[in-house]
């Protein structure tokens, strides 16, 4: 039973930082894409960054420079700090893994959609006001 459990959301003021914490367990495949994603009531989910098998991060062009996306060493947890947040950026965001994307299609967050991840963590709210 794969389970991915995602944690650091909450308010914070414009210009500040949090930081958003997903761990997988039961997940047996090694070096997985792995990736945020954020929705908003009435919008699509939208990629926000991403790690592939290579420890490769993209990001979408809305957060380069903003978001960073890190992994633990043994790679059963992802990490995505956020800096500088905007009221924009307020969102639901989701966690997601997937072993069968190839890592040129994990790198394009651009193109990342729902249906791209076969697992999801229950999201967690950021709000920026």
């Known amino acids: 039973q794969v389970q991915l459990v995602e944690s650091g959301g909450g308010l914070v003021q414009p210009g500040g930082s949090l930081r958003l914490s997903c761990t997988a367990s039961?997940?047996?495949?090694?070096?997985?894409?792995m990736a945020w994603f954020r929705q908003v009531p009435g919008k699509e989910r939208e990629g926000v960054a991403s790690?592939?098998?290579?420890?490769?991060?993209s990001y979408a062009d809305s957060v380069k420079g903003r978001f960073t996306i890190s992994q633990d060493r043994d790679k059963t947890s992802t990490f995505l700090q956020m800096n500088s947040l905007k009221p924009e950026d307020t969102a639901t965001y989701y966690c997601?893994?997937?072993?069968?994307?190839?890592?040129?299609?994990?790198?394009?967050?651009?193109?990342?959609?729902?249906?791209?991840?076969?697992?999801w963590g229950q999201g967690t709210q950021v709000t920026v006001s």
């Open positions: 039961g997940y047996s495949y090694s070096l997985p894409c």
């Open positions: 790690f592939d098998s290579d420890g490769v991060a």
């Open positions: 997601a893994v997937e072993h069968r994307l190839s890592r040129w299609a994990c790198r394009d967050v651009r193109s990342l959609t729902k249906a791209s991840f076969g697992y």
